[in-house]
């Protein structure tokens, strides 16, 4: 199973629009999906899926069963808050105990991924996430007129240091598509997610406009990539970005690993015959 979380610099550019897009993006190309809601103060994917109703799960041997929508396998912490409206007030390590047990017992059977929306920023429940979770890959969020601020600077380096590599950038409300004739308006202005990826060395994804018909579909509690739309397909090649960059990586870590234990054996058995050698020279001078 590999792991992807969704990172942002600041909440409201469309973390979980992406985490649960691209959820069931997965799930059309064929993929077992399970999609884990772990922002703790404002879980929004039951929203977008239409679930704000739902309150606790079925447990079964100690494990909780994920909802299944449409062939995915959600979890979220809103399904365990008391009501819709209660404000989560709770300390630091009760919420890291929360988080521990939705990363552990939530049986999501065999599943080939698991998309984790994360909470915006880069505050201890991201650290615990992240620490607990050791993802594969990080997806970071940001919007154009956000890459110029700090936090999606701070939201890379976050995930460089935690040894997370950055799998796509992805830049979003980037135009509105006018629904009127379909024509894009550069609204806060583009390109700036594709100049910060290049300059933090980091893949860029691409970008997703800004389109009524996705926020009519966050409102609806239906993802946009079903719909046949050219955000939809335009979020599809965002994808296949993803796990292109994914699989090179991990291509790449593996072929770093086998370097380091190819070079680990070879200073062992270089180490041994210097023991021999030592040993030898012992022997002889206790002889001579
Ligand atoms: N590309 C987009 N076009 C139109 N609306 C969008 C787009 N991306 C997100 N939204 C809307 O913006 C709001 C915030 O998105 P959300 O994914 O909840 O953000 P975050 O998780 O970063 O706080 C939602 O109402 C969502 O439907
Ligand atoms: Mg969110
Ligand atoms: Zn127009």
Known sequence: M???????????V???TVAVN???????????VGLLDCDVHGP???KLLGLEDIRGLEAKEG??????????????????????DTPVVWRGPIKHKFIEEALNNVDWGEIDYLVIDLPPGT????????????PDGCVVVTTPQSVALEDVRKAINFAIHAGVPVVGVIENMSGL?????????EVFGSGGGKKLSAEMAVPFAGKIPLDTSIFKSGEDGKPF?????????????IVDNILENLEMIQEELKKLQEKAEKAKKEAEKKLEELRKKVGKKSEDEKQN
């Open 2 to 12: 590999k792991k992807l979380v969704v990172m942002s610099g600041k909440g409201g």
């Open 14 to 16: 469309g973390k979980s």
């Open 22 to 32: 691209l959820a069931f993006a997965l799930k059309k190309k064929g993929y077992k």
């Open 44 to 46: 929004s994917v039951p």
């Open 63 to 84: 494990k909780i069963k994920p909802l299944d929508i449409h062939g995915v396998k959600v979890f979220s912490m809103g399904f365990m808050l008391p009501s819709r």
């Open 123 to 134: 505050g201890d429940e991201v650290i615990s996430i992240v620490q607990l979770a050791k």
């Open 177 to 185: 598509i006018c629904p009127h004739c379909g024509k894009t308006i």
């Open 225 to 237: 990539v079903d719909m046949d739309s050219p955000s939809a397909k335009i979020f599809e090649e």
